[in-house]
Nanobody
Framework: QVQVVESGGGLVQAGGSLRLSCAAS????????MGWYRQAPGKQRELVAT????????????NYADSVKGRFTISRDNAKNTVYLQMNSLKPEDTAVYYC?????????WGQGTQVTVSS
């Protein structure tokens, strides 16, 4: 059974930084995509960033929402089946529950979410 678990959320002042981690366990294939999505109160869930893997040594290709380009960086450690989201220059509008997503073999798996709150 595949599990996806996020960690690293919290409260930070505007302009600060946070690093989110997401570990996938179970039957994880080397070819997949992992990513971060977020959902603010009263809004739909939206893509933040994704990163693909074409094998254990693959660096992967990345994709970012326009709103986070230049501030957020997604990376992954294939040996650990872990993806990271480094968030810098945080803004109050980044406040949301952040969800990790694993997409492999045409199936999606979601974590339980981690709260990120940016105070002004």
């Amino acid at each position: 059974q595949v599990q996806v678990v996020e960690s690293g959320g919290g409260l930070v002042q505007a302009g600060g930084s946070l690093r989110l981690s997401c570990a996938a366990s179970g039957s994880i294939f080397s070819i997949n995509a992992m990513g971060w999505y977020r959902q603010a109160p009263g809004k739909q869930r939206e893509l933040v960033a994704t990163i693909t893997s074409l094998g254990i040594t693959s660096l992967g290709s990345t994709n970012y929402a326009d709103s986070v380009k230049g501030r957020f960086t997604i990376s992954r450690d294939n040996a650990k089946n872990t993806v990271y989201l480094q968030m810098n220059s945080l803004k109050p509008e980044d406040t949301a529950v952040y969800y990790c997503n694993l997409n492999q073999l045409r199936r999606e798996y979601w974590g339980q979410g981690t709260q990120v709150t940016v105070s002004s």
